[in-house]
């Protein structure tokens, strides 16, 4: 084999048990937790931070989240309403949290929640949250069932309802813009 993608790929997907465990599993089990100081690296022409630098982030964190409650790989399919609330500056300490809310067949919503450490002063502010939606995909790439969300506590019962009030927006919100497309094409 000699593209190097297809090698890791392959060395990956050989880790992934065949048959993963169907019973429902704890949403804090999909927690996770990313730390990254800003650099100039991550600025715009302006010296803040990019918007993007901190969607990355938040698409890796969620990313991970979602491996840990599916245990197989994932894809991103979507990601909503993404709010930023004030700005990242260099130097500031960006802490990114992610946990699945809820899993239906084969997807699941993550919730993430981007807090930044002025490290000088210890000031805590939260700039973004967002919500995304991931897809398990078995060996061939096809997607593959995940195990139900257990919420163990009110705050993860709150964000599970939430969820499923969302993935029926999501539905509707396609459902609608397909028939505006078939209305606006038979015009
Ligand atoms: C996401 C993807 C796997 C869905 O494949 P598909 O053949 O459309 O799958 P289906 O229509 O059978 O839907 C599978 C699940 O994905 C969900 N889904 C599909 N598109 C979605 C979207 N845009 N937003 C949210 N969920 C979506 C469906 O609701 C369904 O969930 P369920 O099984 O829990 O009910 C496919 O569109 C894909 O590979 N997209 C590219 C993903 C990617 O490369 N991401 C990185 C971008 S750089």
Redesign the pocket.
Known sequence: MSDPWARLRAQRDSQYSESVDMSARPAAGSQTQMCVAMEISHANNDGNVHGGTIMRLVDGAAGIAAMRHARSRV????MDDMSFLAPVYIGDLVTVRAMVND?????MEVGVRVDVENIATGEWRHVASAHL?F?A?DAD???SP?PPVLAETDDEARRQAQARVR?EQ??LR?QALAAAARDGASR
Not at 75 to 78: E, H, K, L
Not at 103 to 107: C, E, M, P, Q, V
């Open positions: 894809v991103t399919a979507s899993a239906h067949s084969t997807s939606v897809v995909l790439g096809r997607p995940v993935r999501r539905l396609k």
